[in-house]
């Protein structure tokens, strides 16, 4: 089956240099030049590709070579063993690769490829030398998987069983174009990727963690980690999440520890889609947060991994009429989720905030109760607001996801409630007490510690300013005389 491509797409996706520059390559090297893969499938779905990936019978880097010298544009080689480079000139990225794997045609390439989306081509040598004629005659689409049915189909398809074979990366990718695509895979891939899973742990943990992180930043992860659950591909990627199935709990709770984790990533996608629903009020530095490079991805992270402590801290209390706890689950699950990250090698910045998010992610419930019993503090607040400093808008957010994933009948019914009215009253705190004191001169300081009360440097000096500071928000201390009166106290306190 042929399908047939508005020339004009191609004319819009090729600027005129790069064209000319295309043309007079062509006329030099001779061969056979494809549009392929990617930017084929973007094309076809009416988005504009973020790449140009081109395919060449032979020489692609002799193409690659040529452009980068006429463009002035920089030339990256890709892969030891692969005829295949990169050029980035004046904002664009342009792939070159030749026919894979000893392939004779474009139509044994395609076929070698990942996906039946990603396996069509359009043939752009004849098109290129059309110098000022107006592009009248569609281009016909080589598509020898069918990916084109594909797309109009909704349907993730593996070019082949052996695909998953020749790079086990596609087990994970075959998710990931049905997340961001919002597609369902065809049974038969399933099937593969079943009977080929153990295969994923052999490529680059930088890899998997690309794909994974491309899945959580699709909005629809939640369903996605659920369908790689089901084929085992999740637990051969993150066993610690495996050790939450059927593992039961409190009854606040009306899911097991594993389904309540994807419950709550999927509140989390429902969250960040309108925040102001659940925080209406105060909720300017919950927004200003969000708007933080790779933030929503991070959140929902933190939202599947929050209670992977709960495992390891499972127990049944006898003296309190068999009870589940999870005693501490929320800094043994911080401990546990970095060494995922360490494993997948993720950066320090991302690892560090998702474990703070995690090992505090318990604070605004405990907040929340006091709260609800009437006896909530300014100082309660301002510990809380120092403690989670800039990750207080992300804890507020994966507490109310974790509420909401919570349905069972002992929850308290008004949480998220509670949760969003707590939320903009420590934002008043924070403003009214917290920002005025962290935007002045400190009343005291380290070198005050030394001259004036004769203290020697030590680890305690950070707790004695701290406590300064604190009484300062509080209004307890409003003079550097005050402030020195009370880190006298707070010295002697610690001891020598």
Same mark, same amino acid.
């Given at each position: 089956?042929?399908?047939?491509?508005?020339?004009?797409?191609?004319?819009?996706?090729?600027?005129?240099?790069?064209?000319?520059?295309?043309?007079?390559?062509?006329?030099?090297?001779?061969?056979?030049?494809?549009?392929?893969?990617?930017?084929? %499938?973007?094309?076809?779905?009416?988005?504009?590709?973020?790449?140009?990936?081109?395919?060449?019978?032979?020489?692609?880097?002799?193409?690659?070579?040529?452009?980068?010298?006429?463009?002035?544009?920089?030339?990256?080689?890709?892969?030891?063993?692969?005829?295949?480079?990169?050029?980035?000139?004046?904002?664009?990225?342009?792939?070159?690769?030749?026919?894979?794997?000893?392939?004779?045609?474009?139509?044994?390439?395609?076929?070698?490829?990942?996906?039946?989306?990603? /396996?069509?081509?359009?043939?752009?040598?004849?098109?290129?030398?059309? *110098?000022?004629?107006?592009?009248?005659?569609?281009?016909?689409?080589?598509?020898?998987? $069918?990916?084109?049915?594909?797309?109009?189909?909704?349907?993730?398809?593996?070019?082949?069983?052996?695909?998953?074979?020749?790079?086990?990366?596609?087990? $994970?990718?075959?998710?990931?174009?049905?997340?961001?695509?919002?597609?369902?895979?065809?049974?038969?891939?399933?099937?593969?990727?079943?009977?080929?899973?153990?295969?994923?742990?052999?490529?680059?943990?930088?890899?998997?963690? !690309?794909?994974?992180? $491309?899945?959580?930043?699709?909005?629809?992860?939640?369903?996605?980690?659920?369908?790689?659950?089901?084929?085992?591909?999740?637990?051969?990627?993150?066993?610690?999440?495996?050790?939450?199935? *059927?593992?039961?709990?409190?009854?606040?709770?009306?899911?097991?520890?594993?389904?309540?984790?994807?419950?709550?990533?999927?509140?989390?996608? %429902?969250?960040?889609?309108?925040?102001?629903?659940?925080?209406?009020?105060?909720?300017?530095?919950?927004?200003?947060?969000?708007?933080?490079?790779?933030?929503?991805?991070?959140?929902?992270?933190?939202?599947?991994?929050?209670?992977?402590?709960?495992?390891?801290?499972?127990?049944?209390?006898?003296?309190?009429?068999?009870?589940?706890?999870?005693?501490? !689950?929320? !800094?043994?699950?911080?401990?546990?989720?970095?060494?995922?990250?360490?494993?997948?090698?993720?950066?320090? *910045?991302?690892?560090?905030?998702?474990?703070?998010?995690?090992?505090?992610?318990?604070?605004?419930?405990?907040?929340?109760?006091?709260?609800?019993?009437? !006896?909530?503090?300014?100082?309660?607040?301002?510990?809380?607001?120092?403690?989670?400093?800039?990750?207080?808008?992300?804890?507020?957010?994966?507490?109310?996801?974790?509420?909401?994933?919570?349905?069972?009948?002992?929850?308290?019914?008004?949480?998220?409630?509670?949760?969003?009215?707590?939320?903009?009253?420590?934002?008043?705190?924070? $403003?009214?007490?917290?920002?005025?004191?962290?935007?002045?001169?400190?009343?005291?300081?380290?070198?005050?510690?030394?001259?004036?009360?004769?203290?020697?440097?030590?680890?305690?000096?950070?707790?004695?300013?701290?406590?300064?500071?604190?009484?300062?928000?509080?209004?307890?201390?409003?003079?550097?005389?005050?402030?020195?009166?009370? /880190?006298?106290?707070?010295?002697?306190?610690?001891?020598?």
């Amino acid at each position: 089956m042929t399908f047939h491509v508005d020339p004009r797409q191609i004319e819009v996706l090729l600027p005129p240099w790069l064209k000319r520059h295309l043309r007079d390559i062509h006329s030099h090297l001779g061969g056979e030049l494809y549009l392929a893969g990617g930017v084929v %499938r973007d094309l076809l779905l009416g988005k504009p590709p973020q790449d140009i990936d081109l395919c060449v019978n032979r020489e692609a880097r002799s193409w690659a070579e040529n452009l980068a010298a006429r463009s002035g544009g920089a030339l990256v080689p890709l892969g030891r063993e692969e005829d295949a480079a990169r050029v980035v000139s004046r904002g664009l990225t342009v792939d070159f690769s030749s026919f894979r794997r000893g392939a004779a045609t474009i139509v044994e390439d395609l076929r070698l490829r990942d996906l039946s989306i990603n /396996a069509m081509a359009l043939r752009l040598d004849n098109l290129l030398h059309r *110098e000022g004629e107006s592009p009248k005659s569609a281009l016909v689409l080589i598509d020898p998987t $069918l990916g084109r049915a594909d797309l109009e189909n909704g349907v993730i398809r593996a070019a082949g069983p052996q695909s998953f074979i020749d790079d086990p990366l596609r087990l $994970l990718r075959a998710f990931r174009f049905a997340a961001s695509l919002g597609f369902s895979i065809d049974a038969q891939s399933v099937g593969w990727i079943r009977q080929f899973g153990d295969l994923i742990v052999r490529p680059a943990p930088e890899r998997i963690a !690309h794909e994974l992180d $491309l899945i959580m930043d699709s909005g629809h992860s939640a369903g996605t980690m659920s369908q790689m659950a089901t084929t085992g591909l999740l637990w051969a990627l993150i066993p610690e999440l495996a050790a939450g199935v *059927e593992m039961e709990q409190p009854a606040s709770h009306h899911l097991d520890v594993f389904g309540h984790s994807l419950e709550a990533l999927a509140q989390m996608e %429902r969250i960040l889609e309108n925040p102001r629903l659940w925080f209406p009020r105060n909720n300017e530095s919950l927004l200003v947060s969000l708007q933080q490079p790779a933030m929503h991805r991070l959140l929902c992270w933190a939202a599947l991994m929050h209670d992977l402590g709960k495992p390891p801290t499972y127990a049944r209390r006898v003296e309190k009429d068999n009870r589940i706890t999870f005693y501490h !689950h929320d !800094h043994v699950g911080a401990r546990v989720f970095a060494t995922y990250a360490q494993r997948f090698r993720w950066s320090n *910045e991302d690892r560090e905030l998702v474990s703070r998010l995690i090992s505090h992610h318990m604070r605004p419930f405990f907040l929340a109760n006091v709260a609800r019993d009437g !006896h909530l503090t300014l100082r309660a607040c301002i510990r809380l607001l120092r403690k989670a400093g800039d990750i207080l808008p992300g804890l507020f957010l994966l507490a109310m996801a974790d509420s909401l994933a919570g349905q069972g009948e002992a929850r308290v019914v008004d949480m998220e409630q509670e949760l969003g009215d707590l939320y903009a009253h420590l934002e008043q705190v924070r $403003l009214d007490h917290v920002a005025p004191v962290k935007s002045a001169k400190p009343l005291i300081n380290g070198h005050d510690l030394i001259k004036e009360l004769h203290l020697q440097p030590s680890p305690i000096f950070k707790s004695i300013l701290g406590a300064v500071e604190e009484a300062h928000m509080e209004g307890l201390v409003a003079t550097r005389s005050e402030a020195l009166t009370l /880190a006298k106290t707070v010295a002697a306190q610690k001891g020598p």
